[in-house]
């Protein structure tokens, strides 16, 4: 019997689109296994399986049948995408041109053995990282090395600088699927890219000031300010930016310090020390992954306070989005010192939202290995969910319509836990 997958919307959609998956044609209550694949821009393999069984009409439906087992297991419409792990361990699926789709072939089989049985039906599904209209925009200006992703029409647009973290080099497929929901987003290198610098032994807060001047400048750009968005070492970056720099609206950070880590921060002759710590204090999981939440030093304490990032100075509100599962930042502490500081100096509560490991388990829209490279360590780590999170936030639409509101509306500050 053969049997047609389908997937709505059909053919192309954005990375960050859910999409419906069914295969019709099957016998009633017929187990079946299904199977999706697909291959990185170096040819690397991932993939994904999971058992399920036909209704009584021979339908299956993602949207109303629970995984019986495989690579995940229960209701989860996107398990597929979300469940895609490596043929080869310590690799890491990302995508790293943002101009050409990934293709994702999903294949059913028949029965539940953990031998392929006979193949059924085939599709494949393009998922994209450029929305329609969405203008790419290689950025050289001064020291500026960046790429600007502007939305469809004519403008002008509300700006917000992306920032990535520890592995350096230029991360484009945030701000190309930002810009898709009507902002305009410069992706920021600041190390590892071209003539800049290798490492982060010194960071100079002027060459994010430049960014800034630059996206003021553009004749695309809203004004008189742009939001900020910032992972790991760029989340502090980004509260740099806000402590220091003027025209800052707002930042959303996902699973960052409070204070300076990594490398000095110079400024206008001012140096904030980096956070010191203890690699001595690390952990090593099952797989040989190394658990660095343990080796950051208290910032509260001496004399590690200096390393502190004055965000009380910032004129904007702040949104922290924190992993209950982070291996590399203790993300919910550093999220309330930061809430405590800015109350004690008499501003407003930044919006937090707390994400357990549930949570993120039933919003993945795509796949990641669970393991991240630190260039500033040398070494393979273990950020877990925290590296989930930062692509898996944005795939969530209330996160879309939550930082719109924080970088260019009024900010009713608030707490929030998102339970399974």
């Keep these: 019997m053969a049997a047609t997958v389908t997937v709505e919307p059909a053919g192309r959609c954005l990375w960050d689109e859910p999409v419906r998956i069914a295969v019709r044609g099957l016998a009633p209550g017929q187990p079946v296994t299904l199977r999706a694949s697909l291959r990185d821009e170096k040819g690397a393999l991932f993939r994904a399986h999971a058992r399920y069984r036909a209704d009584a009409t021979g339908l299956l439906d993602l949207e109303r049948a629970p995984a019986l087992g495989g690579s995940f297991a229960g209701l989860e419409p996107m398990g597929l995408l ?68 502007l939305p469809p029409g004519t403008g002008p647009f509300s700006g917000i600088i992306d920032l990535f973290g520890t592995g350096g080099g230029l991360c484009e497929y945030r701000a190309s699927l930002l810009a898709g ?10 190390f590892r890219f071209e003539d800049l610098p290798e490492y982060l032994n010194d960071v100079h ?63 206008k002759g001012m140096i904030i020390p980096n956070l010191s710590n203890d690699p001595g204090k690390h952990a090593i999981t099952e797989s040989g992954l190394l658990d660095f939440m343990d080796i950051w030093n208290n910032p509260l304490e001496e004399p590690n306070h200096q390393s502190l990032i004055p965000l009380e100075k910032a004129q904007g509100p702040f949104l922290f989005i924190v992993g209950m599962d982070d291996h590399n930042w203790k993300s919910e502490c550093y999220a309330r010192i ?71 509306n009024p900010l009713q500050c608030t707490e929030h836990y998102l339970e399974s």
């Design 82 to 149: 979300w469940a895609l792990e490596p043929e080869k361990p310590l690799l890491r699926l990302v995508k790293r041109d943002v101009q050409t789709p990934f293709a994702v072939q999903l294949e059913v089989l028949d029965g539940h053995e953990p031998e392929a049985g006979r193949l059924l039906g085939r599709a494949v599904h393009e998922r994209a990282f450029l929305g329609p209209g969405v203008r790419r925009e290689p950025v050289r200006a001064g020291r500026v090395r960046a790429t600007l992703f």
């Design 181 to 190: 929901h009507g902002f305009a987003v410069l992706a920021l290198a600041y």
């Design 205 to 267: 807060l002027e060459y994010f000031e430049e960014a800034v001047h630059f996206m003021l400048q553009h004749p695309k750009m809203k004004g008189p300010s742009v939001g900020l968005l910032g992972f790991s070492k760029g989340g502090d970056l980004c509260l740099s930016m806000a402590s220091f720099l003027k025209n800052i609206t707002a930042t959303v950070l996902i699973n960052a310090c409070v204070a300076n880590t990594i490398a000095p921060l110079h400024y």
């Design 338 to 408: 930061a809430s405590e500081r800015l109350q004690a100096h008499g501003k407003d509560k930044p919006q937090i939202i707390y994400y357990p490991e549930e949570r993120l388990g039933g919003n993945r829209f795509s796949g990641l290995c669970p393991m991240g490279h630190c260039v500033i360590f040398g070494c393979h780590v273990m950020p877990a969910k925290s590296d989930f999170l930062q692509h898996h936030l944005l795939l969530l639409p209330f996160y879309w319509e939550g930082l719109g509101s924080v970088c260019f």
